[in-house]
C-alpha cells in the first residue's frame, strides 16, 4: 500500500516538475526592506511536541522547508540532512510537514518522524505537521508569505520541499522551489551571499 501511495505521489510530483523546477525569488537589493517581524518572533511545536522558541538560531542562516513522506521530492530529504550535518555550526534546515499538496503527508507527527529517521536518518529539527499556504496556514507561514509581516515576499510553497532562506538576522532573504536541492548554483550563490 505505502510503495502504491509512493508511486502516485511520485507521478504527482513529476507532472508538477517543470512548473517548479526553477523559480528563486529573492529579496530586492538595493532597496530598504521594513519586516514587522523577523523569524525570532515565531514558537512552534517540534514533532515531539515541545514548543521551540525559534530564536535559539540567532546568528545563523535557516533553511524552512515544507515536507512530505509520499511525494516524489521526498528524497530530498537526504540531500537536506547530508547538508546540514556538514554544515549545522553555521546553517540549520527546519523541516515542517505539511498535507496541503496532493494529500502526500497523511500520517501523525510520530508516524513521521518514525517515517523521516528510518528511511533518511533525519537529524535535523524536524517541527509538528503544519498548513504552508491559503486561509489556515500557520503563523510561521504567514509572515513567509505576506509582504506586509516579512518585508517582500508574497510567494507560497507550490509544492512540497519549498524553500526559505532566513539569514543570521532572522530576515527572509530567498524563495526556492521544490527543484531547488542544496547542491543547486542558485541555492549555493544565495547562500554564500
Known amino acids: 500500500m505505502l510503495l502504491n501511495f509512493l508511486k502516485i505521489g511520485s507521478v504527482i ?3 508538477a516538475l517543470p512548473f517548479m523546477k526553477d523559480q528563486i525569488e529573492s529579496q530586492p537589493v538595493g532597496v530598504e526592506i521594513s519586516a514587522k517581524q523577523s523569524l525570532y518572533d515565531f514558537k512552534v511545536k517540534s514533532l515531539d511536541g515541545k514548543m521551540v522558541d525559534l530564536s535559539v538560531y540567532k546568528g545563523k542562516k535557516v533553511i524552512i522547508l515544507n515536507t ?3 511525494c516524489g521530492f521526498t528524497p530530498q530529504y537526504a540531500d537536506w540532512e547530508k547538508f546540514y550535518e556538514e554544515n549545522k ?3 540549520v534546515v527546519l523541516g515542517f510537514p505539511s498535507n496541503q499538496f496532493g494529500g502526500q503527508e497523511p500520517g ?3 508516524e513521521i518522524a518514525a517515517f523521516c529517521q528510518k528511511n533518511y536518518g533525519v537529524n535535523f529539527p524536524m517541527f509538528s505537521k503544519v498548513d ?3 486561509e ?3 503563523e510561521l507561514y504567514k509572515w513567509l508569505t505576506t509582504k506586509e509581516l516579512n518585508g517582500w515576499n508574497e510567494k507560497e510553497p507550490s ?5 526559505y532562506l532566513i539569514n543570521e538576522k532572522g530576515e527572509l532573504v530567498n524563495f526556492f522551489a521544490s527543484g531547488v536541492k542544496p547542491t543547486s548554483k542558485e541555492f549555493l550563490d544565495a547562500l554564500n551571499k
Open 13 to 15: 510530483g513529476m507532472l
Open 68 to 70: 512530505a513522506s509520499k
Open 89 to 91: 555550526s553555521k546553517v
Open 108 to 110: 501523525a507527527d510520530s
Open 132 to 134: 504552508v499556504k491559503g
Open 136 to 138: 489556515s496556514k500557520c
Open 159 to 163: 509544492w512540497n520541499f519549498c524553500k
